[in-house]
Each structure stands twice: as C-alpha cells, then as structure tokens.
C-alpha cells in the first residue's frame, strides 16, 4: 500500500509544533478517513481537498484513503494542514514525487477551485520549524510578507495547488518573499495636542518612564481618553525579540497587516465595556485563542469607563497584571499566552457624570457605591491614581507651551536607560518589573528615607504590595531626576501618587 508524508505545523498558543502528515492509499470502497484529533473544522478538510485537487487537474485516487496526523494525542484545529493534507495524497498516489516533500513544512488552506487561501499563525508556525530543523516552507503568496520575517529558512509562496503541483514536479519555482521594506508604523497622537492637565501629563511620564499601570478619574470631557491614546508613543520602541513576540500574537488572532506585519510600535487596545471574559482574557471553543490582553502584550491597555466593566471581567485581571501571562485551561489542553502590558484605566467619579462636581446629583453612598465597583485588591496593583479637573478658560487657550510626545519620550528614554543599566545583571527592563524582595533587601533604602512609608503602613493606608509599588514609582522619579538612588521626595511623591483618592 503506497504511503507518502508530508509536514505541517500546528499551534499551542503562539508556540508550534511540527506536524507529519501521513496518507495511506489502500483497496476497498472508496472513502477518505482522516485521525489524530481533528477539529470539526479539519474534519471538512477531505471534501475541500478532494474538490481543490479534481479541480486542479489532477485525479483523485480511487479506494480507501487514510490521513493519520501525528502526533496523535495533539489536537489538530482549523484549515492550515489542507496543503499538507494534498501534497501526501498526491505524492502517495505518484501524482508529484516526494523528494522536495521532505524538509519542508507547508501551510495554507485550500477552495474548493485549488485557490490557497491565507491562514493565522504563518509566523509562530514558521518559528516551530526552523526549531525543529526543517529548511523550507510553502505558504500562501497573501502570506509571504509575513513569512519573510523568519530567518534561516527557504519560504515560498504559492497562488494555486497548480503551482504546487509544478513545483514539486520541478517545473516552476515558486515566489519568494521581496526584500523587506520600510515598516509603517501607526499614526499615534501627539502629546502636544492635550490641553492644559499638568498633573495628568506628569503621571503619564512617570508611567511611560517605568512601565507603571494608571489610573485617570475626572469628569467627561477633561482628556482621560486623550492622554491615554498617546501613551504608546511615549514609550520605546520594541526590540527585535519583543517585536517577533507581539507579531506571533496578532498573527494567531489574524489581526496582521499583510502589506506591514512586523509590529514596531507598542500596542494599544482599548475594548469597550461590554466585553466578555473569554474575550478579554482569552478563550473559546477548542484550544483557547488570545484576548484583549495579550494582543495588548508589550503595550497598553486601555479601559475606558473602567466602572461599566463587569466585576467578574475586572477581578480576571488581577493575577494577569501580576505574572504577565494568562493559563487558560481547557479540556482539550491548556494553554499560556504573554500578557505583560500596561493598564491605564479612566473612570467618572460618580454615575451622573456632570461637567462640573457642583452640579452632580449623587448621594454621597451612590458615588461610594460606583466606584466600589473598582475593588481593593485591583486598585491595590494600580501605581498611580491621578484626578483630572475640568479646564478653566484660561488654561483652554494656554497652548503654546505644551511639550510634544517626541520631547517628552526623550526623558523617558533616558530615564528607561537608567533603570536597565541597573537592572541589566538581574534582567529586568523596567522599575515596574523589579520584585518586591529586591527592592526591600539587595536595593533596600535608608529608613530616613522610607520613614514615610513606614508611617503609611502603620495606620494602614498602606498594603506590603502597595509599599513595593511605590519603591517602585520611587525609584522611576530617581530615574527622571537623574539621581542614582530615591531620596525621601521622591518616596514621599510615589505616596502621594498611591494615596490620592477618586472621589
């Protein structure tokens, strides 16, 4: 019984695994079985193929036919093994030889006419092979933007299960992906355009110099929203690692751009509240696919109106902000996607929202009620709590001394080299990621310099986590004035940033 192998790759998460493919042509009635876990959605994938190749020219065999794909107890989901899935067939039944088969690795979906349809997660999967040792890949030509972003592996691309045919047949080469051209990075706002909020711009610097979650509470119209967009553009670019890691991500959940897919610039994900959990976390049917939090994976999240925000949707975040990850676990396995971003949340003070305090009509127990719907252990992993006040008609017109992000980011840049070249040897990039026990033994601070938070904890102002976070915020305020070390402002303006109050 002739048999023939092909390979293709699978997805866990953003990580891939290498998959053979095997085809075994057998006598018998005539039937196509396909085993080794596949989704309902692979299980279409003998009627696609069999149109795709009866209507490419080439004949189906005839008798049984059985598809093993392997290994076996992984579970196999979605169309990108179709390709795989022809190209053993064809080399079982002699159609096309075996030997450019080997060693390479194809990914794509099939139509029913031979079109090779784009597939998600091109980028991880392409990783996965260059892992396990494999020197080629086919890949959808809509793809080979995409593909062209790994190294050490020969890529390819194909229009039609034609050219594949040719192809392996030795009669045409295929595409290969073009020199890699200029990335278009996203238009992101520009600080400049923020009316007046000094205190808000200032918060906003601090966050950005080292990597702090925020917290925006004003009434409508004052600029929460505003200067939240404009965050990503104060931080630094990402590095090529980090850039490959948040493009595996968006190229799981399909969000790649096909003419520029390398992302350069921090992302920014603002949901609405509406959101469900297994959006916003990650989940459903099968293998679980990310959410809201890891495409914000290197960059910020925004919640707007944070308060509207379901409870169960909020208290989901906790663990998440502080391992940078999220473990959704499923039945068919589970799965860890990163999740290491920035929070910035932004809220009215109460459910009427007027433009002016003097206006609301809340009882006191009602603006307690609404903003209890943000709990103490969430509000307890936000660093920094700023209260914006409504513009006044002389700060509205005060626009000619507004800095612009780019004089901003230079700060910030500088402040981000401090910090990594203190923490180089231990490697953490950021203040924000620096644990609690290093900041209180081997970086520990004299006690006339934390008398302050000494004094916080003692009437409980204070939690052991919220004192880390503000050695943390202490030591980025050290980092923007340049100083080697905080002194006792800069811990006693990290309290002030914890301490203020929405209300």
């Not at 293709?8 to 891939?16: K, P, T, V």
Request: glycine share 12%.
């Amino acid at each position: 019984m002739p048999i023939a192998k092909s390979w293709s790759a699978a997805l866990l998460g953003i990580d891939g695994r290498v998959i053979e493919i095997e085809a075994d042509l057998g006598g018998g009635l005539s039937r196509v079985t396909l085993v080794g876990l596949p989704d309902a959605g692979l299980r279409e994938a003998k009627d696609r193929v069999r149109s795709a190749v009866r209507n490419s020219g080439q004949p189906w065999p005839d008798g049984k036919i059985t598809l093993g794909l392997s290994p076996a107890n992984l579970p196999k989901v979605g169309s990108a093994y179709d390709l795989g899935i022809a190209a053993a067939v064809l080399a079982a039944s002699g159609a096309v030889p075996a030997t450019r088969l080997l060693g390479t690795v194809l990914l794509g979906e099939l139509a029913l006419d031979g079109r090779i349809r784009g597939v998600r997660g091109i980028l991880p999967g392409l990783l996965a092979a260059r892992t396990a040792g494999y020197g080629g890949a086919v890949v959808p030509v809509d793809s080979l933007a995409e593909a062209g972003l790994v190294d050490g592996i020969e890529v390819v691309g194909a229009s039609h299960l034609r050219d594949l045919v040719a192809w392996l047949k030795g009669e045409l080469e295929l595409a290969h992906p073009g020199p890699p051209g200029a990335t278009a990075s996203p238009e992101v706002p520009d600080l400049a355009d923020v009316v007046g909020q000094p205190e808000g711009r200032w918060a906003l610097e601090v966050a950005a110099a080292g990597g702090h979650h925020l917290l925006l509470t004003g009434p409508p119209g004052v600029g929460k929203t505003m200067l939240a967009k404009r965050l990503p553009g104060l931080l630094p670019r990402l590095s090529p690692e980090e850039s490959l890691e948040v493009t595996a991500v968006h190229s799981v959940d399909g969000s790649l751009s096909k003419s520029s897919p390398l992302v350069t610039v921090p992302p920014f994900v603002a949901p609405h509240y509406s959101i469900s959990i297994a959006a916003l976390i990650g989940g459903g049917s099968g293998i679980a696919a990310p959410g809201a939090i890891s495409r914000a994976h290197r960059g910020v999240l925004f919640l707007d109106e944070v308060c509207e925000f379901g409870g169960q949707c909020l208290e989901s975040l906790r663990t998440v902000l502080e391992e940078g990850e999220v473990r959704i676990a499923r039945v068919k396995g589970a799965i860890t996607y990163p999740a290491r971003f920035q929070l910035v949340l932004a809220t009215n003070p109460c459910a009427c929202a007027p433009p002016k305090d003097t206006d609301c009509v809340c009882t006191p127990s009602a603006r307690r009620r609404y903003f209890a719907r943000l709990s103490g252990p969430l509000l307890d992993r936000v660093d920094l709590r700023v209260r914006l006040r409504p513009l006044s008609a002389f700060n509205a017109h005060d626009t000619g001394a507004a800095e612009s992000s780019e004089a901003v980011r230079a700060r910030v840049l500088q402040a981000r080299e401090r910090a990594r070249c203190r923490w180089r040897e231990h490697g953490w990039l950021s203040n924000s990621e620096v644990p609690g026990p290093a900041l209180r033994r081997q970086f520990a601070l004299p006690a006339a310099a934390t008398v302050l938070l000494d004094r916080a904890m003692d009437r409980g102002a204070l939690s052991g986590r919220g004192a880390d976070r503000c050695l943390r915020i202490a030591w980025t305020l050290a980092d923007l004035d340049g100083e080697s070390r905080p002194g006792a402002d800069q811990i006693g303006s990290a309290l002030a940033f914890r301490e203020r109050v929405a209300a």
